[in-house]
């Protein structure tokens, strides 16, 4: 994969621009970075590296953090998401006109907006079950291996209901508050994120998959 390491850090009036290492500049808009924002010029230029160059951190700014407060790996998983989400959208939402590629990474994006948001429950109720079993799959192809085994175990506290279940959105008032709780304590435990789980999705289907999922030798930014 190429060296997608941060060389250098610039700004504009509405991004935060990225050097890379490789080359590649990469982009991503201020405003998601409140306290960069609002920060001074000179404050902006003291920016350390995290994550082995891979973040960066403002430490006047915030508390560091060991992936950064801006992190490459999360700007182009995010970018990996828009375009397969973009073009299930142009397929009319429907996931079997997508390649195999693109059906995965929807997969893991509707896994992990709805688990962050609501929790297994809310990714079960709103997509199903093969939605959960191509995201898990997806996960365990990554090499997410914890995180899969999450789902999985979250998946076993509600398959016993299998059989009285005529929708999903049955299923909160069926499970018993035992039930309820260890999915809580799933969810929670999905929620630190066992896998480093952006990295992950960047160094398989970025460096590896064309958008038609056949395999590649490298990739990078652009």
Same mark, same amino acid.
């Given at each position: 994969?190429?060296?997608?390491?941060?060389?250098e850090v610039t700004f504009t009036d509405t991004d935060v621009v990225?050097?890379?290492?490789?080359?590649?500049?990469?982009t991503t808009p201020l405003v998601r970075y409140i306290r960069v #924002?609002?920060? !001074?010029?000179?404050?902006?230029?003291?920016?350390?590296?995290?994550?082995?160059?891979?973040?960066?951190?403002?430490?006047?700014?915030? #508390?560091?953090?060991?992936?950064?407060?801006?992190?490459?790996?999360?700007?182009?998983?995010?970018?990996?998401? #828009?375009?397969?989400?973009?073009?299930?959208?142009?397929?009319?939402?429907?996931?079997d006109a997508l390649s195999q590629r693109d059906h995965e990474l929807?997969? =893991?994006?509707?896994?992990?907006?709805?688990?962050?948001?609501?929790?297994?429950? &809310?990714?079960?109720?709103?997509?199903?079950?093969?939605?959960?079993?191509?995201?898990?799959?997806?996960?365990? =192809?990554?090499?997410?291996?914890?995180?899969?085994?999450?789902?999985?175990?979250? @998946?076993?506290?509600?398959?016993?209901?299998?059989?009285?279940?005529?929708?999903?959105?049955?299923?909160?008032?069926?499970? !018993?508050?035992?039930?309820?709780?260890?999915?809580?304590? =799933?969810? #929670?435990?999905?929620?630190?994120?066992?896998?480093?789980?952006?990295?992950?999705?960047?160094?398989?289907?970025?460096? @590896? !998959?064309?958008?038609?999922?056949?395999?590649?030798?490298?990739?990078?930014? &652009?």
């Open positions: 994969m190429n060296d997608l390491r941060i060389a990225l050097t890379l290492a490789n080359g590649g500049v990469v #924002e609002k920060a !001074t010029p000179a404050e902006r230029t003291r920016w350390m590296h995290a994550d082995d160059g891979h973040g960066v951190n403002w430490p006047e700014l915030w #508390e560091p953090d060991d992936e950064g407060m801006v992190s490459i790996w999360d700007i182009l998983q995010d970018r990996l998401y #828009e375009a397969a989400l973009g073009r299930v959208q142009q397929a009319g939402w429907d996931v929807v997969a =893991l994006w509707r896994l992990e907006a709805d688990i962050n948001n609501g929790g297994f429950l &809310q990714f079960f109720g709103n997509w199903g079950v093969r939605n959960h079993l191509t995201a898990v799959a997806a996960l365990d =192809l990554i090499g997410a291996c914890r995180a899969a085994e999450l789902v999985r175990r979250m @998946h076993a506290v509600i398959e016993p209901y299998a059989d009285e279940v005529v929708s999903p959105a049955d299923l909160p008032g069926l499970l !018993t508050e035992s039930d309820h709780d260890r999915l809580q304590e =799933l969810d #929670e435990a999905f929620w630190e994120y066992p896998d480093r789980l952006a990295r992950l999705v960047v160094q398989h289907y970025d460096a @590896h !998959t064309h958008d038609d999922g056949t395999r590649r030798s490298h990739g990078g930014a &652009q």
